[in-house]
């Protein structure tokens, strides 16, 4: 028997089975890990169902901030990188190398060679409460989820299946009744009341991953390719990178508008690509994982683009698709980006990340096209999740793993 269900007997024990059980038993919990406070804390939701002091990575070999989850799971397992050291009730968080794990040297200060030590009983029994996927969220300053108020975020429903509306079925030619009304009937016969036909929902949908950042070169030329293919200049494979059949598409775009030749998506020429379909360009790109797996991507549009994003991170439970409804919670994480990358990005201010509304106000920035809010609502289970930040890391992110988000820590004054 796991913790949380032995956590669930108690309560219901010490409330002589007065309370209602929780609908969504086995939603994920969220790891925090503080690196001031050298601690760990479980929430499931914005209550904490356990906590433990930690030990972090050591100056040289300090351990990442940022988001990850939980990637594989070990009983037993033998570090690759440190002389075969012990690594019981191994959960690892990046293919580099950085995990949770037992330890017998714990102490109050940072000590680790990178990964988040834990004394041995906490170790095992968080061993046993996870599962592959469960989110860990690793910060310098102590935060918490905070509850997420009516925003925008998304709602989970079912997709809509064949002959589920009135509309769907055939009708039968109308019959004037005795009062003067229309009686309207569908050519099929319905079940009667009672006479057991039963309505089977959909299985629950695994955890959805999204990550929304600000839109690559990549994606912008895949964007490009796209339009010139709609207009019927043969740009090829729509892949986002530069090929020789793009570039001839590109010269007779630019050669029949009166540009220069280069061959080359440079401002003059997108401009116009843009304004001859009527279209905006994206700012910004949604991705979507699930089961480890990339499964949709998409342009968003990001207002006031000079103002960061920030780094911020949303994680939904009681994932209810056939009451549309989902209990999602929230955090802000500090991250200073570097100033050559600010200058690349086009980022001129930075918003306040500990302010009370940060989380908030970053969603309210991004517009989600609806077909992109359509997949996503009808994919996501319990778990899912989505982070915002500005860059996407592309160095830890890849096969078998979710998205993985690393930030930079402010210095701190003096």
């Known amino acids: ?55 972090t990575g050591k100056p040289g ?48 200060y940072p000590a680790s060679h990178g990964c988040v030590r834990m004394p041995g009983d906490f170790a095992k029994m968080l061993f046993g409460m996870t599962k592959r996927g469960y989110h860990v969220v690793i910060t310098n300053r102590e935060i918490a989820p905070q509850p997420m108020p009516e925003i925008g975020l998304f709602k989970p429903r079912y997709p809509a299946q064949p002959g589920d509306l009135l509309s769907d079925a055939a009708m039968r030619p109308s019959m004037p009744t005795t009062d ?4 309207i009937a569908t050519a099929e016969t319905l079940p009667k009341l009672g006479a057991g036909a039963v309505a089977e929902l959909p299985k629950p949908q695994p955890a959805l991953k999204l990550l929304i950042t600000r839109v690559t070169e990549r994606h912008a ?10 207009l019927g200049y043969d740009a090829g494979d729509e892949t ?17 508008h009166g540009q220069k030749p280069t061959g080359q998506a440079n401002a003059a020429f997108k401009a116009s690509l843009y ?6 360009a994206p700012t910004g790109w949604l991705y979507a994982r699930q089961n480890f797996k990339p499964v949709f991507d998409g342009p968003v549009d990001i207002a006031e683009p000079d103002l960061a994003l920030g780094t911020h991170f949303y994680h939904a439970v009681g994932v209810h698709p056939a009451q549309r409804s989902a209990d999602w919670y929230g955090v802000t994480l500090d991250n ?6 600010a200058v690349r990005l086009g980022i001129v201010r930075q918003p306040d990340a500990q302010a009370a509304d940060a989380a908030q106000a970053a969603f309210e920035r991004i517009a989600i096209p609806t077909d992109l809010r359509n997949k996503i609502e009808v994919m996501m289970g319990s778990g899912s999740s989505l982070t915002i930040t500005d860059a996407q890391d592309n160095l830890n992110t890849g096969d078998g793993t979710d998205f993985i988000t690393t930030t930079v820590e402010p210095r701190k004054a003096g």
């Not at 003067?180 to 009686?183: D, P, Q, R, Y």
């Not at 304004?275 to 905006?280: C, D």
């Open 1 to 55: 028997m796991n913790f949380r269900a032995i956590l669930g007997l108690a309560l219901a024990t010490t409330f002589l089975f007065g309370a209602t059980a929780k609908a969504d038993i086995d939603d994920p919990l969220q790891i925090f890990v503080s690196k001031d406070t050298q601690s760990l804390a479980v929430y499931d939701g914005a209550a904490v169902v356990a906590t433990s002091n930690v030990s």
């Open 61 to 108: 070999h300090t351990t990442p901030s940022g988001v990850f989850s939980v990637l594989e799971k070990r009983k037993t397992h033998f570090s690759n990188l440190y002389d075969d050291a012990p690594m019981p009730f191994m959960q690892r968080l990046t293919w580099s190398g950085v995990a949770l794990h037992e330890s017998g040297h714990v102490p109050r």
């Open 180 to 183: 003067g009304s229309i009686e």
């Open 275 to 280: 304004k001859v379909l009527n279209r905006k």
């Open 336 to 341: 200073q980006i570097p100033a050559k990358q």
């Open 240 to 256: 986002g990178t530069l090929t020789t059949k793009t570039a001839k598409a590109i010269k007779a775009y630019q050669t029949l």
């Open 221 to 230: 030329l895949r964007e490009v390719q796209a339009m010139l293919n709609q």
